[in-house]
């Protein structure tokens, strides 16, 4: 019989680099949601959220500089880190799943987006942008 291989991780970080975490690739879904609270949570026209267990993640630095909140009568939550304020993992207000923004990711998961949530409510431009020029660098 051969042996059993390790589960691949992928790992992350913030943006300053004061957060940093690893979890197993064994994401459940991938989703991305154009609600108003994430374009307004992402100052973008949607979050791109990845969804796994609860204990699938070990911090490896700074985990006391994350912030959390949590928006009133919603069942909406963001975690970010307290220093530069990037978008990082946390887990969900009903503690069934462990969200992580794809963003935040340093390496690329194994799973690919499935689906468009909440799209109803995506942003006016948003099916434009899709369209529109593309450059690899700013622009001059």
Known sequence: ??????????TGSCLCGSVQFECNDSIESFH?????QCQKVTGSSHASNLFTAV????W??????IKRYNVPG??????????????????????????IPAGCLDTTPDIM?????FYAERAPWFESAMVCKKYDSMPD
Do not use: D
């Open 74 to 99: 919603r069942n909406i939550s963001n975690a970010f880190c307290g220093e530069c304020g990037s978008a990082l993992p946390y887990v969900s207000l009903s503690g069934k799943a462990l969200v």
């Open 32 to 36: 991305l949601c154009h609600c108003t």
């Open 113 to 117: 987006p499935s689906s468009h949530i």
């Open 1 to 10: 019989m051969g042996e059993k291989q390790p589960m691949k991780k992928i």
């Open 60 to 65: 490896l630095k700074g985990s006391a500089s």
């Open 55 to 58: 204990n699938n993640i070990q």
